[in-house]
């Protein structure tokens, strides 16, 4: 069994045993990656469920979303949402993405081409380095543009009953854009979305089947001190689950998310991050109930123009982000560390929405302020109502650059690692770090190995990529329900 109820661990001293704190999207793929392999793993997570935390729901497969960030991070993002998708296929949705400049904006659609065409380039060279890698579509058809004048012959079209091509799919923005508002040519992208309920399944889903993989929720670290042998870690619990009051272990990676900061000062440990408090909305626009793709409106981050983000879901649910501080930013929600705590500080009102729980005036407001923010754009849909509770969390950013969109682990004195991604598909890059990691130390040869040598550098997930869609998506849905949001949008 992989979840323990009221029972004591006990491990064979033999085996190389890891340690993970925090059950997110970081804290799972690395506990899957190493358990998969036949390494002991004990997932920790003090709340009741894994894959919790900040709103994903952007695959960012290119990162196309970010004008700001560098041509390199871009390319990143390209291939870790590739290696994402293979192993996580089912947690997307696969939809492509319309990006489209404001009036107001000072850039024009032929700028963003330079980038469009070497991430282009770049996808094409991967594929001809391995065919798996084909998973955002044809590289021919990665990015197409299209003209006032296309769009308007689209608009004349009946919706699909499903989409079949690029152009099924610009249809219903077609139909609903204000022409007036936008610049053209729009843009599409195979940039597709991706499902926290659905990663999150698939988490719970293989974690319980792996025999290496023991998961621990409702269960908090309140101390960490070296190993008697000065080899490993000594981890003091409180766990509703497990009788047990301490953890031995071999290593440890500290994938706590926003809170990775309260366990480096357990240690001791110095580091210099960010946090940042986001949210995002659930409409229901009950008008319009078919198929869209991801639509993009660009601005400038922080100002009433900010970007915004309409992202569908079925049955007319939407899910909204605008980068203003009325809406997905927050005044005060962006701080940092000192130098008397790794871990920075954010405001009671923010740790009172993580932990507890939202004032309902307060979802009404921004939810409507997200509405209206996109129907600058898509003037039918202002008619959209609240449709949920806000997705909602803290994300951390290594170091001091809040542009920083590509990170992945940090490594401190002896068997200790720390995850800091900032985008979901980060978190395999993470793991594989932490796998060189061991065999550069030679830790994974001072103790039996259950898998074969050759896979340990491979993506090898036979168990998590066995799971079906069927599975995957009821427990979604049991999940997003638990969670206190509409089934519709798992």
Known sequence: MALINNLNLQFEDDLFHVGIIGGG?????????LSELGIRVTLLEKGPSLVNGPPICHLHAGGNFYREIS????????????????????????????????KYDKSTPNDLLPRLKLLQAEYEALIE???????????????RFYSREQLEILAQKIDPITPECLDDWMIPVAKNIDYSQVQFPLLLIQEYGLSVF???????????????????????VTNIEKSENKQGWTISIDSQVTETKTLEVDYLINACGFKTGEVDDMLNLKRVRMVEFKAA??????????YWPEVIFYGERGTPQGMAQLTPSTNGYFQLHGMTEDITLFKGGLVSSDGNSSQPQLSERFLKKIDSAWEAGSVRSRTEKSIDHIAQFLPSFRSAIVGGEPLFGAQQIPGIDPDNRVADVSFSGNNY??????????????????IDKFIEKKLLEQKSLKCSKQLITSHYFPVTQSLSLNSITKKAELLAKQRNYPADIA
Do not use: M
């Open 25 to 33: 999207i970081a804290g799972s793929t690395i506990a899957l990656r």
């Open 198 to 220: 659905r990663l999150a399944a698939t988490a719970s889903l293989a974690t319980d089947i792996l025999p290496d993989c023991h998961v621990l929720t409702h269960t908090q």
């Open 71 to 102: 041509d390199q991070q871009c390319l990143t993002l390209l291939r870790q949402s590739i290696d994402t998708l293979k192993i996580y296929p089912y947690s997307a949705n696969l939809r492509p993405t319309v990006f489209a400049l404001p």
């Open 281 to 290: 909305y659930i409409a229901h626009w009950n008008q319009y109930q078919g």
């Open 417 to 434: 690692a720390r995850t800091e991604i900032v985008k979901a598909s980060s978190a395999l890059d993470a793991a594989d770090l932490i």
């Open 129 to 143: 380095k391995d065919i798996s890698n084909k998973v955002l579509g044809s590289a021919d058809e990665y990015y």
